[in-house]
Nanobody, 122 residues
Framework: QVQVVESGGGLVHDGGSLRLSCAAS????????MGWYRQAPGEERELVAV???????DYADSVKGRFTASRDFAKNTLYLQMNSLKPEDTAVYYC????????????????WGQGTLVTVSS
């Protein structure tokens, strides 16, 4: 069973930077897409960035030019470098990993982490 654990959240001032990490463990053989999502208080969860196994990356318009997602396949880790942070970036950030049925015996499933809180003060 695949598990993902986020780290790196915290409190930062407006304009500051943070780097989030998401470590995947367990059987990661068939993990394809990994991504970052966030949920602000009273809001729905939204996509921040997603990276396919071929490293094609998509970003939410609100973070383009400020956030950079990357993957280290050797470490099974996903990163999110967040620069020029704004108060509206305040949210719980969740890591997501998608397992495909790439080999016999593997089922399609989506795995979520517990989230890490990012607070940007004005």
């Amino acid at each position: 069973q695949v598990q993902v654990v986020e780290s790196g959240g915290g409190l930062v001032h407006d304009g500051g930077s943070l780097r989030l990490s998401c470590a995947a463990s367990g059987d990661t053989t068939c993990i394809s897409t990994m991504g970052w999502y966030r949920q602000a208080p009273g809001e729905e969860r939204e996509l921040v960035a997603v990276i396919a196994r071929g490293l094609d990356t998509d970003y939410a318009d609100s973070v383009k030019g400020r956030f950079t997602a990357s993957r280290d396949f050797a470490k099974n880790t996903l990163y999110l470098q967040m620069n020029s942070l704004k108060p509206e970036d305040t949210a719980v950030y969740y890591c997501n990993a998608v397992q495909t049925s790439c080999l016999r015996g593997y089922k399609y499933l989506t795995v979520w982490g517990q989230g890490t809180l990012v607070t940007v003060s004005s």
